[in-house]
């Protein structure tokens, strides 16, 4: 069974620094990654897609892949009270059969 | 454009009734997908559908729980006699057939079942 893994956190940076979240995946034909942020009471919204191993920017988010550690993280550059929220890893295997798995969701905390 | 959209946003239902969820996918998107969360938990994927393709329906809990999607675009999910561990927000999310296959979501209806 396809396993997409993240620490449950809660992860707390203070407002300003770095906040780095990590997920890993059972299935090395993955091929699609993705993050979500979902506030609470609000539904899963994309934030970053991924398909090639090393970084990929986009504003104060970059996605890093490392498809031989079965690896993806999400690192958020100066990081603000607006960005506390709970981060969801997903992954497609892009086969033609395009089931996502998702992980169980890293909670971010920014401390002001 | 418009997103995915779903109906009712919210409903509260007496147990054993049985409820209708609607989802309007983003049009052109030929795969469909239905989630539960309960409150503070993960996403629980409940079915899948790809175009004409026969539904994965892998994940519903029990044969209380089924699902249509007409004319390749509405689904409807039909959760029959309600109970009260159905209590949950249902999301719907649609992708596209083509790259990049990012799945968008529904704003979902939250369900209480009294």
């Known amino acids: 069974q396809k396993e997409v893994e993240q620490n449950s956190g809660p992860l707390s940076v203070p407002e300003g620094a770095i906040a780095s979240l990590n997920c890993t995946y059972s299935?090395?034909?993955?091929?699609?990654f993705f993050w979500y942020r979902q506030y609470s009471g609000k539904s899963p919204e994309l934030i970053m897609s991924?398909?090639?191993?090393g970084d990929k920017e986009d504003g104060r988010f970059t996605a890093q892949l490392n498809k031989a550690s079965q690896y993806v993280s999400l690192l958020i550059r100066d990081s603000q009270p607006s960005d506390s929220a709970t981060y969801l890893c997903a992954v497609n295997d892009a086969g033609g059969y395009q089931k996502v798995t998702f992980g169980t969701g890293t909670k971010l905390q920014v401390i002001p | 454009g418009a997103g995915v959209s779903q109906s009712p946003s919210n409903k509260v239902t007496e147990k054993g009734k049985d409820v209708e969820l609607r989802c309007d996918p983003i049009s052109g998107h030929t795969a469909l997908y239905w989630y539960r969360q309960s409150l503070g938990q993960g996403l629980e994927f409940l079915i899948y559908?790809?175009?004409?393709?026969?539904?994965?329906k892998s994940g519903l809990p029990s044969d209380r729980f089924s699902a249509e999607r007409t004319g390749g675009s509405v689904s409807t999910l039909t959760i029959q006699r309600t109970q009260q561990e159905d209590s949950a927000v249902y999301l719907c999310?649609?992708?596209?057939?083509?790259?990049?296959?990012?799945?968008?979501f529904g704003p979902g209806t939250r369900l209480t079942v009294t």
């Open positions: 999310a649609s992708m596209s057939g083509n790259p990049p296959y990012e799945q968008y």
């Open positions: 299935d090395r034909v993955s091929q699609s």
């Open positions: 559908f790809q175009g004409n393709s026969a539904p994965d």
């Open positions: 991924i398909y090639s191993n």
